[in-house]
């Protein structure tokens, strides 16, 4: 999980919500359609660096959804269009069924809330990560483990394909240099040309901090 700061909505998604609400009409996420949607799912990938807000795997339009943080189920209409309250999520593959999308991070955690937060500014502080890729509850915190350990299961963050994910990127990391290491870390905080952060660069940088110690 990667601390996320929320931007500002979209002009035409406030224009949207402006008129719906001086018409008097009953509006809420189900009645969002395109254009507006495709500009909030466009905006949240975008603040995000085109990486699942829970997962940190890469993620384009094509295979991720507009994940609620408070659910849908348990909020009023205001409050599931909130955009401080969405973010973008892996799972969506528009060329499978959805019966055949993966069972983690928003398609996991359904009507559930989870206990840390990726608007939280600490919430990296909670996970680490073993070198075969399982995301743990940070050992020498024990106020954070219990959080961290109710999130991991509820999005199913040690589903295969993710430790598969993340063990793959730690072992395209063997053998660099120190040198190497502190160079790479600054990639890793920051957003490409492109606008995009490289996929699991929160368990990249986890991993030069345990084994090189560069933070």
């Not at 299961?153 to 040198?179: C, P, S, W």
Request: hydrophobic letters at 30%.
């Amino acid at each position: 999980m990667k601390y996320i700061q929320k931007g500002k909505e979209p002009q035409n998604f406030s224009d949207w919500k402006a008129t719906q609400k001086s018409l008097g009409v009953n509006y809420d996420y189900k009645s969002l359609s395109n254009p507006e949607k495709k500009a909030v799912h466009i905006s949240l990938l975008s603040e995000q660096g085109y990486i699942c807000c829970y997962c940190c795997k890469r993620v384009e339009q094509s295979n991720s959804h507009i994940e609620h943080l408070a659910p849908q189920s348990k909020t009023d209409s205001e409050l599931s269009l909130d955009y401080t309250n969405m973010l973008g999520s892996c799972g969506r593959d528009t060329n499978k069924p959805e019966y055949c999308w993966p069972e983690y991070c928003g398609n996991k955690k359904g009507d559930r809330a989870i206990a840390v937060s990726p608007l939280q500014a600490n919430c990296e502080e909670f996970f680490n990560y073993s070198s075969t890729g399982e995301i743990l509850p940070t050992a020498n915190n024990l106020a954070h483990q219990k959080d961290a350990q109710t999130t991991i299961e509820v999005l199913g963050l040690n589903h295969f394909d993710l430790t598969e994910g993340r063990k793959q990127a730690f072992e395209a990391l063997e053998g660099i240099t120190q040198e190497e290491a502190e160079l790479l870390a600054q990639v890793c905080q920051q957003m490409d040309a492109q606008g995009r952060y490289q996929p699991f660069c929160n368990a990249v940088l986890s991993f030069f901090k345990n084994y090189f110690g560069v933070s």
